[in-house]
């Protein structure tokens, strides 16, 4: 599976953006697709996640929660993160990645659960 990410940008504090992460499979059933962020300096952190098919579970990271939406377009076989507030400390890289079935419903925010990466898309916060 190939994932490509974009739609990062600079935004003023309080802005939003919509990242997008299209994959190269024609079928993403029983996947689980994520979101994950690394800052300068810091270590690769987990945002959101979404099991693609199945019903519409979902997982976020609590210093995202209220403000970040992750969905899906079947249609497109695209993951979107819809990010709206954004604070200066949401500066960072952005990475799609997912993780091949059979998978369970715990483990999300583990990075070493997932196969396939994107290369990222930078996303800059300004205060």
């Known amino acids: 599976v190939q994932l490509q990410a974009s739609g990062g940008g600079l935004v003023q504090a309080g802005g939003a953006l919509r990242l997008s992460c299209a994959a190269s499979?024609?079928?993403?059933?029983?996947?689980?697709m994520g979101w994950f962020r690394q800052a300068p300096g810091k270590e690769r952190e987990f945002v959101a996640a979404?099991?693609?098919?199945?019903?519409?579970?979902?997982r976020y990271a609590d210093s995202v929660k209220g403000r970040f939406t992750i969905s899906r377009d079947y249609a497109k076989n695209t993951v979107y993160l819809q990010m709206n507030s954004l604070k200066p400390e949401d500066t960072a890289v952005y990475y799609c990645?997912?993780?091949?079935?059979?998978?369970?419903?715990?483990?999300?925010?583990?990075?070493?659960?997932?196969?396939?990466w994107g290369q990222g898309t930078q996303v800059t916060v300004s205060s």
């Open positions: 990645a997912a993780d091949s079935p059979p998978n369970s419903l715990t483990g999300w925010d583990t990075i070493a659960l997932y196969d396939y």
């Open positions: 499979r024609r079928t993403l059933s029983g996947y689980v």
């Open positions: 979404i099991r693609w098919s199945g019903g519409s579970i979902t």
